[in-house]
């Protein structure tokens, strides 16, 4: 539940609502509007306890969280949450692109992309260290020499670095490399990696599993924020369907639909989510339209000898028209990229 403070309640009245919040052993956080003060009551059950604040002044409401998540709804907090990563903010009306190889497959491709990616105006680099592939006879990855890569081209170009985090022994090692943590589709539901991840000080892009309903998502979310962890970013990357045309769905209902339902960010995945290179910057530019406050594309300097995802990665030349249309489309949004 929410407690509201009146406008006119002192900072003593504010001090006596959280402490006997504490006392009742359920958790606070304080939102400190322009208008009011919030504090959020956090415990399964708190909307139970009302009466326990009866007594005390300067309380204007009491409001349940209706949804299933809390920490993770609107209801919870009604200003948007801005990721901030070292400076890169996520979040706000600034259009964040993430590019860069689906895999890191050596220093010389991956410090080429990322040279390239950020003369072209992304701020945040992607590639893959630990590859959660569907065959365990595809490539796997580089491990920690491709962490130590991203380290290099974060220095080289200070793109910040997003990789994934596969298991939770592995989540302390990734973090001492990467910016962001992403936790990808098939792993949205592993909930001991979400608290891992959630103790681990980083943010956390959550990939959208590609069974999973938004609800489901948002829970899972609520499994890193619970930890103490409000750095979380939605990914939406596609989901399951009949159709075999395009190797995902592209959900764009998530993007303006999830940031009614919360106030954490939300990107889109064009690549993963359809599969082919060709319909990546169409896509892009309609999650943009949507709402979307960032993008993750996987871009690659011969898409042709990709060791992973290269029908969906883009050359330079198409990745160079991605973001001119980009700036264009938001030109006309009178937004622009980060
Ligand atoms: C990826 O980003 O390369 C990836 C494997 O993503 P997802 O978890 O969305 O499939
Ligand atoms: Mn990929």
Redesign the pocket.
């Known amino acids: 539940m929410i407690i509201v403070m009146s406008h006119t309640a002192s900072d003593k009245e504010v001090k006596a609502v959280v402490e006997r919040v504490h006392e009742i052993g359920l958790k606070t956080e304080l939102s400190l509007g322009e208008e009011r003060t919030v504090i959020g009551v956090i415990g399964g059950n708190a909307y139970a306890y009302r009466d326990a604040f009866s007594h005390l002044g300067g309380i204007q409401e009491i409001i349940p969280i209706t949804k299933p998540f809390k920490l993770a709804s609107r209801e919870f907090r009604a200003n948007n949450t801005v990721v901030d990563v070292g400076g890169v903010k996520i979040g706000n009306d600034e259009v964040v692109m993430m590019a860069g190889p689906?895999s890191v497959e050596g220093e010389e491709m991956l410090l080429e992309t990322a040279r390239h990616v950020a003369a072209q105006g992304a701020k945040v680099l992607?590639g893959?260290a630990f590859?959660?592939r569907t065959s365990p006879y595809s490539f796997q990855g580089l491990g920690e020499s491709a962490l130590k890569m991203m380290a290099t081209a974060r220095e080289e170009t200070g793109l910040k670095v997003v990789t994934?985090v596969v298991s939770p022994q592995d989540v302390e090692l990734v973090a001492r490399y990467a910016d962001i943590l992403?936790l990808?589709?098939?792993n949205m539901q592993n909930y001991a990696l979400l608290q891992e991840a959630g103790r681990s000080g980083k943010p956390v892009l959550l990939?959208r599993g590609m069974s999973s309903t938004i609800e489901e998502w948002l829970l899972a979310a609520e499994y890193v924020l619970s930890q103490g962890n409000r750095d979380v970013i939605l990914c939406e990357?596609g989901i399951r369907t009949f159709e075999t045309a395009t190797r995902f769905t592209l959900d764009l209902n998530a993007v303006p639909l999830v940031r009614e339902l919360s106030h954490l960010p939300i990107v889109v995945?064009p690549s993963?989510a359809t599969g082919r290179w060709s319909l990546v910057r169409p896509m892009s530019l309609a999650a943009v339209a949507g709402g979307a406050h960032g993008l993750i594309v996987e871009v690659h300097p011969t898409p042709n000898q990709a060791l992973s995802?290269g029908a969906q990665s883009l050359d330079f030349a198409a990745f160079d028209r991605l973001m001119s249309d980009l700036r264009r489309l938001l030109g006309a949004m009178a937004k622009q990229l980060a």
Request: charged share 55%; hydrophobic share 0%.
């Open positions: 689906c992607r893959g590859k959660p994934e992403q990808g589709t098939r990939k990357r995945d993963q995802d």
